[in-house]
């Protein structure tokens, strides 16, 4: 009589994480990474080199890391929420200090063998963070004014951090995620109102501290054309490659625009129009869908979960992804200035590659431990 394999507990509770893993949005995520691939390809003229080949690599790592976040106990993440926010708060200081510049910005800390821009990391910290606060709040102590003064910090240090460095289109990200966050955990809608008031009267201090360049951005997008071939170049150059692609695009590899480098950034800012020239409206649309459906699925993984800090994280994380898409699309098209945001799991670019990846993967987690009980208090684990 055949003997019985035993399993032990350790392996059958990772068999049941493993098997439990989201899988199609796993797919769907690794497929947009390979559309990227084609996109970054065809950007570098039907040649692997510079760009495609290693946004493929970091695709394959970031997918991995992404598991392996996935697979730990949600409740790990709860308990180090607030140490790996000031971890990302820490080098976002660095910058400051040892930070290398790169085109006129101070956002990039070189480690020797890589390269991190910490502005990524802390959209991540922020979600974590905000999440693991609010988990332990009753309704009653979110409608407190001074209950929300740690939280709006959490949100607004960084966020200036960020401004200075300069990095306009990360910082709007975080304040946007953040009040989401908020409204999300319960805050009542006229503290909204008056901090969007505060905001209004505070633009024309703000539009004094702005760099010339930006200044220039926001003059520019209101009318481009004052300085087609300075700084209305960018976004006037994107326009004639949308327009050019119309219904069905003028075929891959074959986009005038990009390819006789008429569209600059064509690897990291504009992928979207450089993919639109190619593609068409309907290969535009596809991808957007694509990006619709990542979205729709962290909703319905956030819906899922039973306890606050899942739900948190999870919209916080599907919150982060959509204005990543949306910012970086209304900025291609004309509809906002340009401000430097990628396309996620498109674009070129390493730390927002693995970020977008580690930040899916605290959502995987949320997923596979959706029944998972996390009390109000990390000392009660």
């Not at 065809?42 to 392996?68: E, K």
């Not at 990391?121 to 003064?149: N, Q, T, W």
């Amino acid at each position: 009589m055949a003997s019985r394999v035993r399993i032990r507990p350790q392996e059958l509770r990772f068999a049941e994480k493993l098997a439990s893993l989201h899988w199609p949005f796993v797919a769907l995520l690794l497929l947009i990474g390979c559309v990227g691939y084609l996109v970054l390809y065809s950007a570098g003229g039907g040649n692997h080199q510079p760009w495609a080949w290693r946004h493929g690599a970091r695709l394959a790592f970031g997918l991995v890391v992404m598991l392996t976040v996935a697979l730990i106990d949600i409740r790990f993440w709860y308990r180090w929420a607030y140490v790996l926010y000031g971890g990302a708060f820490a080098m976002l200081v660095g910058v400051e200090i040892l930070g290398e510049i790169n085109k006129g910005a101070q956002r990039w800390v070189d480690l020797g063998f890589v390269q991190i821009q910490p502005s990524e990391l802390m959209k991540i910290g922020l979600v974590l963070c905000l999440a693991r606060y609010f988990h332990s709040a009753y309704l009653d102590e979110v409608k407190r004014p001074l209950y929300l003064l740690p939280p709006l910090a959490m949100i607004g240090l960084p966020a200036l951090l960020v401004l200075k460095q300069p990095d306009l289109g990360t910082s709007i990200m975080l304040l946007a995620v953040g009040g989401s966050l908020l409204f999300l955990a319960g805050v009542r809608l006229w503290k909204f109102g008056l901090a969007i008031a505060a905001v209004a009267a505070a633009l024309p201090v703000a539009w004094s501290g702005l760099h010339d360049y930006q200044r220039q951005r926001v003059l520019t997008f209101l009318d481009p054309e004052t300085d087609p071939l300075g700084a209305g170049y960018h976004i006037i150059q994107s326009k004639i490659a949308l327009g050019s692609g119309g219904f069905w695009g003028k075929g891959y590899l074959m986009g005038s625009q990009a390819q006789l480098s008429f569209l600059p950034e064509k690897q990291t800012d504009f992928a979207f129009t450089m993919l639109a020239e190619e593609t068409g409206f309907v290969g535009a649309l596809i991808v957007l869908l694509l990006y619709l459906a990542v979205v729709g699925l962290s909703l319905a993984v956030a819906l899922r979960a039973t306890h606050q800090f899942g739900r948190l994280l999870a919209m916080g994380i599907g919150i982060n992804f959509f204005l990543y898409v949306l910012i970086n699309v209304a900025m291609v098209t004309g509809l906002i200035p340009v401000v430097g945001v990628p396309l996620p799991l498109i674009s070129y670019g390493g730390t927002a590659m693995l970020t977008t990846l580690v930040g899916f993967g605290f959502l995987l987690s949320v997923d596979v431990h959706h029944t998972t009980n996390i009390p109000r208090f990390p000392t009660d684990l």
